[in-house]
């Protein structure tokens, strides 16, 4: 069964302080993508990132890092130096032959 | 190159009634997408169309859920008659092709609120 947990419901950081959103997954496919959506307070999803399984390669855009383990079933989710327009529901999502997964999201409050 | 459009943006009706969603996929995606989310919940796919075939609809509440991409670009979802737990946001999103692997790109949503 495929399957996509982000046991983080909520997180508050202090602004600028550093903050990684956990994701896990499960699939018997050797194929899969990864990816992370960022959803404000205005609703749209927002795409971040896609992510092959045979790419273990971290990635870094910026202030967003991805760590993506396959050892662990882990593609975590960090922000450098938080900022108040980080605040937002982040979710981690698989997609793998025709169907796709989200997470139940995570919300992150960055305070000022 | 344009997003995807969905309108209206809210939508506030009695239950028992009728509405309808619009939604206009970024130009030369095959595949679209209608998601339910309630407050607080991840997106729950209703229906995937391939052009104007649909392709997965086994969790939309076909008593009262109604889709259709009759020329495979825009699509239309209607709830009739609605219900308070109809209270939600719905998502359109399309990819180029039919695939889990592929990313889908979301519209800015319509919310919903049945009284």
């Known amino acids: 069964a495929q399957k996509v947990t982000q046991a983080q419901t909520e997180i508050s950081v202090v602004e600028k302080e550093d903050v990684t959103l956990d994701c896990v997954y499960e699939t018997r496919d050797t194929t899969y993508y990864l990816f992370w959506y960022k959803q404000p307070p205005s609703g749209e999803l927002v795409f971040l990132i896609r992510r092959n399984s045979f790419d273990e390669q971290n990635e870094i855009s910026g202030r967003y890092s991805w760590n993506f383990q396959k050892s662990t079933s882990s593609f975590n989710f960090t922000i450098t130096a938080s900022q108040v327009v980080d605040s937002a529901v982040y979710f981690c999502a698989l997609g793998t032959g025709n169907q796709f997964y989200f997470g139940t999201g995570t919300s992150l409050t960055v305070i000022p | 190159e344009a997003g995807v459009a969905q309108s209206p943006r809210y939508k506030i009706i009695e239950k028992r009634q009728s509405v309808a969603f619009w939604c206009n996929p970024i130009?030369?995606?095959?595949?679209l997408y209608w998601y339910q989310q309630i407050l607080g919940q991840g997106p729950k796919l209703l229906i995937q169309f391939q052009n104007n075939g649909v392709v997965d609809d086994s969790q939309l509440p076909k008593d009262r859920f109604s889709a259709e991409r009759l020329k495979g670009v825009d699509s239309t979802l209607k709830i009739q008659p609605a219900k308070l737990e109809d209270s939600a946001v719905y998502l359109c999103?399309?990819?180029?092709?039919?695939?889990?692997?592929?990313?889908?790109?979301f519209g800015p949503g319509t919310r919903l609120l049945v009284l």
């Open positions: 130009s030369g995606h095959a595949t």
């Open positions: 999103a399309s990819s180029l092709v039919f695939s889990g692997t592929e990313t889908q790109y």
